[in-house]
Nanobody
Framework: VQLQASGGGLVQAGGSLRLSCAGS????????VGWFRQAPGKEREFVAA???????VYADSVKGRFTISRDNAKNTVYLQMSSLKPEDTAVYYC?????????????????WGQGTQVTVSS
C-alpha cells in the first residue's frame, strides 16, 4: 500500500488544520492507520491511530484536541487538529499496517507516507 499525506501548513496558536492520509489499494479499509510526528531534534512520537473497525487511540498530549477518523469509501484517514499549540509544530507522518490494530509504536507499522509540515506560530 502507498500512503500520501497532505494538509499541513502554517497556522496561529489556537487554530485548526485537517491532515489527510490517502491510501492506495482495495484493502486499505482493512489497515490500521497511525499518525506520528517528529519535531527538530526530537524522536518520532505517536499522535493517534485508528483500527480497521474504527476504534481510536490518542496520545495524552493531543487527547481532546485532535480527532482521527476514516472514510473507507475514499481510502482516506483524517487527523482533525484543533486548539493547536506551538509545541504541535512538527512533520506529521501517516503509517499503515495490515494487521488492523492501532499500534502506538512506530516500529510496528510497515508502510509510511511522506511527511507534511505543520507549523504553529505563537
Amino acid at each position: 500500500v502507498q500512503l500520501q499525506a497532505s494538509g499541513g501548513g502554517l497556522v496561529q496558536a489556537g487554530g485548526s488544520l485537517r491532515l489527510s492520509c490517502a491510501g492506495s489499494g482495495r484493502t486499505f479499509s482493512n489497515y490500521a492507520v497511525g499518525w506520528f510526528r517528529q519535531a527538530p531534534g526530537k524522536e518520532r512520537e505517536f499522535v493517534a491511530a485508528i483500527r480497521s473497525g474504527g476504534s481510536t487511540v490518542y496520545a495524552d498530549s493531543v487527547k481532546g484536541r485532535f480527532t482521527i477518523s476514516r472514510d473507507n469509501a475514499k481510502n482516506t484517514v483524517y487527523l482533525q487538529m484543533s486548539s493547536l499549540k506551538p509545541e504541535d509544530t512538527a512533520v506529521y507522518y501517516c503509517a499503515a499496517d495490515s494487521r488492523g490494530l492501532p499500534f502506538v509504536s512506530a516500529a510496528l507499522y510497515a508502510y509510511w507516507g511522506q511527511g507534511t509540515q505543520v507549523t504553529v506560530s505563537s
